[in-house]
């Protein structure tokens, strides 16, 4: 089991930007593909960027391409979300998952952080 600690939350203005950060530690995250999700209260929680294992390939919910940007670093054993252009619907609890190299679903992800709060102000 691998266990993730999200970083890097807080309240930006729109336009901004905000960096998430995500350590593992317990096991090496190079093995697994690593996505960041985000849930406002009462809603589901929805993917927003995913980077495959050896970080050769990533995928973007079309709400946030184009402004957000998913990285690792398997050597540091962490995963990176930089997050341009906020808007006020941006606002969630992120959160990072390890799991499947091109999973969509928070049931293909069987390792999760605490998650981070990102609140966008208008």
């Known amino acids: 089991q691998v266990q993730l600690v999200e970083s890097g939350g807080g309240l930006v203005q729109a336009g901004g930007s905000l960096r998430l950060s995500c350590a593992a530690s317990?096991?090496?995250?190079?093995?697994?593909?690593m996505a960041w999700f985000r849930q406002v209260s009462g809603q589901e929680r929805e993917v927003v960027a995913v980077i495959t294992s050896s970080g050769g390939s990533t995928y973007y919910a079309d709400s946030v391409k184009g402004r957000f940007t998913i990285s690792r670093d398997n050597a540091k054993n962490t995963v990176a979300l930089q997050m341009n252009s906020l808007k006020p619907e941006d606002t969630a609890v992120y959160y990072c998952?390890?799991?499947?190299?091109?999973?969509?679903?928070?049931?293909?992800?069987?390792?999760w952080g605490q998650g981070t709060q990102v609140t966008v102000s208008s």
């Open positions: 998952a390890a799991g499947s190299d091109f999973g969509r679903s928070s049931k293909e992800f069987g390792s």
């Open positions: 317990g096991h090496t995250v190079s093995w697994f593909g």
